[in-house]
């Protein structure tokens, strides 16, 4: 048994000392003790735990080590939580922390990377000072191939663990979930089945079992028993590979050639659901079910097909590209999926959001670009950006808003001349995309919108505490930043700070709610609407700034008083709803208005 001795080691190293005797001793009845109580180790007996206990490490890690890093050689052994806790969590390709899973007091975690043998899956850092106990992988084979029902525990637990709070995370996350009734994410698989499910009797021969396939032109038939239930799979590759290649007779009975278990889903599950399985289990073929029983057959195929019209695909075709030209006729495409998404009867604000999540890709390519050509940046920085596009609020491509924060107390000239060349690039490989320059200027090529973290803390400081009329109308667009690539954690000590000034700045709110009932509806004196009298717009209403302005001041105004950390206005008004800061019943009808007149700005 190893032991770490915490007084002699500094508290910002992880801990690994020497093994105390290897006879029994108080430290290892201790530990066995703690197995006791952890599953699935209570299974084994006192002298398989003082064995288990005898090949155990103790390793001390302080508060936000990075154990395990996602990408790197796989961990060699598997990690049981003594004290402490850990969080298990992964980066998109813009860089936004997911996290899948915590770990706590006699909970796994490393099982599934240790078992691939190639790579760590996902990032695993202590959210406090922790203690872990390590088993080496040797051992945990042993202990798996000894004991069937705890290599079922294990597996099935981390599986069940991983698959439930991966999807619940993505479907919380990617924007393309919602009322989208024909998208990848949103179809049920019942709405996408394109075959139905062959079948036949185990004792079928494989001669009539591939006859059966090829008259119903399917890639699969389904081996099910007495009570209707599917036992086993035959796809026309098994007929090759396992016949055909083999010789084998074509009166053998057809359950010798068929693969179990069978994968299956309801058929009013998500089509996400179905793709999960197939990844998980690296099949081409899902069997849909109606209440258990056979009912279609879900191919890869068909999924790629439909990811081929979705803005998931656009995303990976975006991600793929290696130059600027590359790029700018790519993202052409984009302009193909406004339309396509209102046939389809998306949610104007899920329409919005999506069409965010394609800019994001797009930008943090752009950004991946500019490090091809100028290197790596010499400090840390997080790229956001502001206004419509901070709020995930874009109907299509609008000006460019964004800033630049950097790692405070590190200037110098050469910092100064790497991000001056940075954000050029960025700006003028955005215009060459469609994404017109800001005629506001407020761009992190300005250089007043590229600076350090302290910087910037005084601007907010400077605007929440003096609360000047034109300085708070200039700052607005700054009220609704969001972070898309780079260090995330500058934009979350700079949120952290602007709420904190928040909380004593009533005459700010003050100021701040007369410049967001400056816009007033535009009704007239008899309920008609007020348009424009002259100009290239007589005699139409400006819906962006007299429809939705209205309600996006209104919500920023609700949102910065609450607390609130959402950006997006209708993610705004919910937070609202749900911390009861106001009447529901008038949130709701400004979430309802918001939807109808960002709809109409998207249809006009």
């Not at 240790?114 to 080496?136: I, Q, S």
């Not at 004991?147 to 069940?160: F, G, K, M, N, Q």
């Not at 949610?347 to 994001?360: C, L, Y």
């Amino acid at each position: 048994m190893w032991v770490t001795s915490l007084a002699e080691k500094p508290m910002l190293e992880s801990a690994r000392i020497t093994p105390v005797a290897s006879s029994q001793s108080p430290v290892t009845d201790s530990v066995i003790a703690f197995l006791k109580n952890v599953p699935p180790f209570q299974f084994l007996s006192a002298s398989e735990l003082a064995k288990l206990a005898g090949s155990m490490t103790l390793e001390y890690f302080p508060r936000n080590t990075l154990i395990l890093s996602a990408g790197r050689k796989a961990p060699e052994s598997l990690y049981v939580v003594n004290k402490g806790g850990v969080k298990l969590a992964l980066r998109t390709q813009v860089g936004k922390e997911l996290i899948l899973d915590m770990r706590s007091e006699g909970e796994l975690f490393g099982l599934l990377s240790m078992m691939g043998g190639d790579v760590t899956r996902l990032d695993v850092t202590t959210l406090e000072d922790t203690l872990c106990y390590t088993l080496p992988a040797p051992e945990v084979q042993q202990l798996i191939s000894r004991h069937a029902e705890i290599a079922d525990y294990l597996l099935r637990t981390s599986v069940t663990r991983y698959m439930d709070r991966t999807l619940n995370e993505l479907r919380s996350q990617i924007s393309l979930m919602g009322d989208t009734e024909r998208l990848l994410y949103a179809l049920s698989v019942r709405d996408v089945v394109r075959e139905q499910a062959v079948t036949c009797e185990p004792r079928t021969t494989v001669r009539d079992a591939a006859r059966l396939v090829r008259e119903a032109g399917s890639t699969a038939l389904f081996v099910v028993n007495g009570q209707g239930q599917a036992v086993g799979i035959v796809t026309d590759k098994d007929f090759t590979d396992r016949v055909v290649a083999r010789g084998l007779l074509l009166d053998l009975p057809v359950e010798q050639i068929m693969s179990q278990p069978v994968i299956a889903v309801e058929g009013d599950q998500r089509v996400f659901e179905a793709l999960l399985a197939m990844l998980t289990h690296d099949i081409h073929h899902v069997l849909v079910t109606d209440q258990g029983r056979p009912g279609g057959v879900l191919t890869s195929h068909d999924l790629m097909l439909l990811q081929g019209k979705s803005p998931l695909a656009l995303a990976r075709h975006l991600e793929q590209q290696r130059s600027l030209d590359d790029l700018v006729t790519a993202q052409k495409r984009i302009s193909d999926l406004l339309p396509l998404l209102l046939r389809e009867g998306a949610k104007a604000s899920h329409i919005t959001r999506v069409i965010a999540e394609i800019n994001d890709r797009l930008m943090s390519k752009i950004i991946e670009l500019a490090h091809a050509k100028l290197g790596p940046a010499p400090v840390p920085y997080c790229w956001v950006v502001l206004g419509s596009e901070g709020r995930q609020e874009q109907t299509f491509k609008t000006d460019q808003d964004n800033a630049l924060i950097l790692a405070s107390g590190i200037e110098n000239g050469t910092t100064t001349e790497y991000f001056a060349q940075f954000t050029g690039f960025t700006h003028d490989a955005l215009e060459k995309c469609g994404y017109p320059p800001c005629t506001g200027n407020y761009m992190a090529s300005n250089s007043r919108w590229r600076q350090s973290l302290g910087v910037w803390k005084n601007y907010f400081r400077s605007w929440i505490t003096q609360a000047e009329l034109h300085s708070v109308e200039d700052a607005l667009i700054l009220f609704d930043m969001r972070a898309v690539a780079g260090e995330f954690s500058l934009f979350e000590e700079l949120r952290a700070h602007t709420r904190h000034l928040l909380r004593e700045a009533g005459f700010f709110k003050s100021v701040l709610a007369h410049v967001s009932v400056e816009h007033r509806p535009p009704l007239g004196f008899f309920r008609t609407f007020v348009v424009e009298r002259t100009g290239n717009h007589r005699d139409e209403l400006d819906v962006k700034m007299l429809g939705t302005g209205p309600i996006v001041n209104a919500a920023r105004l609700f949102a910065l008083d609450a607390g609130v950390t959402e950006t997006n206005t209708i993610s705004r008004l919910s937070a609202l709803e749900a911390s009861g800061y106001c009447d529901p019943a008038l949130l709701n009808e400004l979430q309802q208005a918001f939807e109808f007149l960002t709809l109409l700005r998207l249809e006009h």
